[in-house]
């Protein structure tokens, strides 16, 4: 999401405490606030001792509406500001911020932060408010990247509260995996999910504009091209541009935000359309509209969750070899080509599964680059009444095209072994999305403030 995330800066502090020292620490803390992209802070001009100095700023901030409190306590303060705004103002996300205690050298205690973040953590936790904790000193690089990372969580949980999804033509076959209960999630989550046949993208497909035609075909030329011997026979190619363009136009017509979409058998079958589809959905997901294979909608929710939080392109994915020394992530050809290994060229080639291979495009194939990894799945608990989310760590190793389509080497944290086991024990589903970056930590945020149920294998 591109809308800018306001936050309301919130310096508490107890009558006759105040110094220069903080004073100092709370112009730094707005000093770097103001540094973070896509971020606009609104703060007082002085610290909050008082109970109506903080209820005259809040009838401000009930018009101006901020998506995320960050209640930064200089010392020891009131209990009442923080439940008080985060309430008032729709139960947004709160950073409880103390800092260290300076050395009372044995006279009077100086600031008492952290005691008043343990009483304020106290109330978000009895009241259901989302909260984070940062313990750092203003201008420090922890206090940085705590509060980044708070920042990235409460973001990633405002663009749930707002997904929608655009589901064309509903599941494939027989995978219950990709079943999803939409008002489940609506209602714990935030998603709506919109249905789109795929007979209307079909014929969207067909009545493309000229104009409609050239600017998709000119995106998917800039991800790839078509490789010499093994790329789209006879009109295969004109097809596959044709969907992905009829696709962008659908999702903007039905005004969804990220896609999940049944991608066989329909769309191969030569009576209804007669390709496969994974490079399109590759394509994109590479241009800004993520979309999830084989109608999983879960999937699609923990693809935009991997893209908010590492800012770069998910990968949609099987785990298909999980022995040994590393494990093996892989898709049939749908990855976004941004995620390629350095100096090897992605291209446009027929699917090595469908029909036999060799029969019918559309694959976009190169293995992944490598670099810190999670991998995540967002799943239904088993009776249905809740959400759980099962996250990886690990290294992804530099892979060759060893087997077709996109296939990824990594290095679990855990173990092949113990992953193994989670998966089948715990009866996961065999879809994952992948994102560069360890991001455990911030999903155990993620997860704790949503009440999703996490499952990180160690």
Not at 303 to 332: A, N
Not at 376 to 401: H, I, N, P, Q, S
Request: hydrophobic share 40%; aromatic share 8%.
């Amino acid at each position: 999401m591109t809308d800018t995330f306001k936050i309301g800066y919130l310096p508490l502090s107890k009558v006759n405490w105040t110094n220069d020292t903080l004073e100092a620490a709370r112009a730094n803390a707005i000093a770097f606030l103001k540094t973070l992209p896509g971020v606009e802070v609104m703060a007082p001009d002085r610290m909050l001792t008082l109970e109506d100095e903080a209820v005259e700023l809040l009838e401000q901030w009930e018009k101006d509406r901020p998506d995320m409190l960050v209640t930064h306590f200089m010392t020891f303060s009131l209990g009442v500001v923080p439940p008080m705004f985060a309430q008032r103002l729709g139960n947004i996300p709160v950073v409880l911020w103390s800092m260290k205690e300076p050395d009372p050298n044995g006279g009077r205690l100086q600031n008492n932060s952290f005691c008043a973040a343990n009483m304020n953590a106290h109330h978000m936790y009895r009241l259901h408010i989302p909260y984070f904790h940062v313990h750092a000193e203003p201008g420090t690089p922890d206090a940085a990247a705590q509060l980044t990372s708070a920042i990235n969580v409460a973001r990633t949980m405002k663009t749930l509260k707002r997904m929608r999804i655009g589901l064309i033509g509903g599941r494939v076959p027989g995978f219950y995996t990709s079943c999803c209960s939409e008002m489940l999630l609506r209602r714990l989550l935030g998603p709506e999910v919109k249905i789109i046949t795929e007979h209307e993208v079909f014929t969207v497909a067909q009545n493309l504009t000229p104009e409609e035609f050239e600017q998709a075909k000119k995106e998917i030329l800039e991800d790839a091209p078509c490789h010499a011997s093994d790329g789209p026979k006879g009109d295969q190619f004109e097809k596959a541009v044709r969907l992905y363009g009829a696709i962008v136009k659908t999702k903007k017509k039905f005004m969804v935000d990220t896609l999940a979409m049944r991608c066989w058998p329909e769309v191969i079958l030569n009576e209804f359309y007669g390709i496969a589809v994974c490079s399109t959905m590759g394509h994109l997901t590479n241009h800004g509209h993520l979309c999830a294979c084989e109608g999983d909608v879960y999937g699609a929710v923990m693809m935009r969750i991997g893209q908010e939080l590492s800012g770069d392109k998910p990968f949609f994915c099987d785990l298909i070899i999980c022995e040994g020394d590393y494990g093996v992530t892989w898709h049939c050809g749908a990855a976004p080509c941004a995620i390629c290994k350095p100096g090897f060229k992605p291209e446009l080639r027929c699917s090595a599964t469908v029909e036999g291979g060799g029969v019918k495009g559309v694959t976009d194939e190169f293995p992944l680059k490598g670099g810190r990894v999670t991998l995540a799945r967002l799943g239904e608990k088993r009776d249905g009444d809740g959400y759980r989310m099962l996250v990886c760590t690990g290294t992804g190793l530099d892979t060759d095209l060893f087997v077709r389509g996109n296939p990824l080497k990594i290095r679990f944290d855990a173990g092949c072994e113990a992953i193994r086991r989670e998966v089948i024990e715990n009866g996961w589903e065999h879809h994952y999305a992948l994102m560069y970056g360890d991001h455990a930590d911030e999903l155990a945020d993620l997860c704790r403030n949503m009440d999703i149920e996490m499952h990180l294998v160690k």
